[in-house]
């Protein structure tokens, strides 16, 4: 698959991931806040910022774990876990300051790897990546879109802070 558009040509894919981190960190430096009442997307699906940070970094370890694979000459391991759908215990958890380090901490490194391993990548084998799947290019555009379960919790203000 490829993705034709002029957009999608012009962005440096790399940057694309980092933004979307980026994005996930800012939002989730206010989840300390969090009340531990799930919050519920107009999908039906639950999330909280233990989830949404699992969520986030799955979706960067199974697209890394996919790209390197093909990049070797292997089939991808497919995921068959259902991990948006499903809420576990440890998702319910309260999310505090160590938390939040930790979420800082695994999703920085995986922005790291997936930038050096996007820059190190010539354009033929962004547009034209080997194996079954998305180009690399547009899988990091998918990636983009990981923003989503971090958006799914949003902002959260203290409550003395919203009085």
Known sequence: MTDESPAA????PALVVTAMTDHV?????TWTAWDGVPLHTDDGRTYTPHKAIRRVSDHLVDHLAEMEARLAGHDAIPDHWHASATTTPADLAPFTEQDLDEARSRITRLAQI???RLDALTP???DHSPGDG?????LALHLG????YADAVGALVPAVAAR
Request: hydrophobic letters at 40%.
């Open 9 to 12: 040509a012009e962005r440096r």
């Open 25 to 29: 960190l800012r939002l989730a430096a």
């Open 114 to 116: 997936w930038t050096d």
């Open 124 to 126: 033929e084998q962004l």
């Open 134 to 138: 998305w180009t690399f290019r547009r």
């Open 145 to 148: 879109g990981s923003t989503y």
